[in-house]
């Protein structure tokens, strides 16, 4: 069974762009969550998607925004970059949202803002 | 709010030797803890889980945590470290409130460094 798969690996944007991210959960899955993993804040969440519907966010300005499509696929959006939202984007998939349920994480994004 | 605490960020142990990584926790009900891994440039990996039932849990691996609410402490061990452990690890905190789902909140993560 293929893992979690995120694309793209590594990016390069400038300050006051956008960027999109993408994550395709393990087959069968229907929750998708989104970490920010940096060297000073460690790894915090983003949001989590379940059938399409945001079902928790963390405490992320609303620049970060997340959408999951019918297939379970998600996106996730930052606008207007800041140098601050250089870090690893972790995806992570589980069957349900049940918190007694492992969390499976892709490889991550890595964007540096510049 | 729940929290973690990692107090070692690195730790350096010798092949063979046991490990002990610390993790205390604050959340007001019983948690739920895991252990995760991270080798560089890779996702994480869960190690283990604790949600109720016998405190002392078996992971992959070769990994045990122990659940101490006294101390509000789920430290992970291991008796004899191999090189390919060298990683980073995470202490997690998860609830399950309000009939939904919440994210987990992480610790800072323990470098563990490997010595031969």
């Known amino acids: 069974k293929a893992g979690v798969t995120q694309t793209p690996r590594y990016l390069i944007k400038t300050r006051g762009q956008q960027v999109t991210l993408s994550c395709s959960p393990i087959?069968?899955?229907?929750?998708v969550s989104w970490y920010q993993q940096t060297p000073g804040q460690g790894l915090q969440f983003l949001f989590e998607?379940?059938?399409?519907?945001?079902?928790n966010k963390g405490n992320f300005p609303g620049r970060f925004s997340g959408r999951q499509f019918s297939n379970s696929r998600s996106e996730m959006n930052v606008s207007t970059l800041e140098l601050g939202d250089s870090a690893l984007y972790l995806c992570a998939s589980r069957p349900t949202t049940a918190t007694t349920g492992e969390l499976f994480f892709g490889e991550g994004s890595r964007l540096t803002v510049l | 709010a729940q929290s973690v605490t990692q107090p070692d960020i690195h730790i350096t142990v010798s092949e063979g030797a046991s490990l002990e990584l610390r993790c205390n926790y604050s959340y007001g009900a019983t948690p739920y803890l895991f252990w995760y891994v991270q080798s560089p440039g890779q996702g994480l990996q869960l190690l283990l889980k604790?949600?109720?039932?016998?405190?002392l849990v078996q992971g992959i691996k070769g990994f045990e945590a122990e659940f101490k609410r006294s101390q509000s402490s789920f430290n992970l061990r291991k008796p004899s470290v191999h090189w390919s452990d060298a990683a980073e690890y995470f202490c997690a905190v998860g609830t399950n409130s309000g009939g939904g789902a919440d994210g987990l909140t992480f610790g800072k993560g323990t470098h563990l460094i490997i010595q031969p």
């Open positions: 604790y949600f109720s039932g016998d405190t």
């Open positions: 998607y379940f059938s399409e519907t945001q079902r």
């Open positions: 087959s069968g899955h229907r929750s």
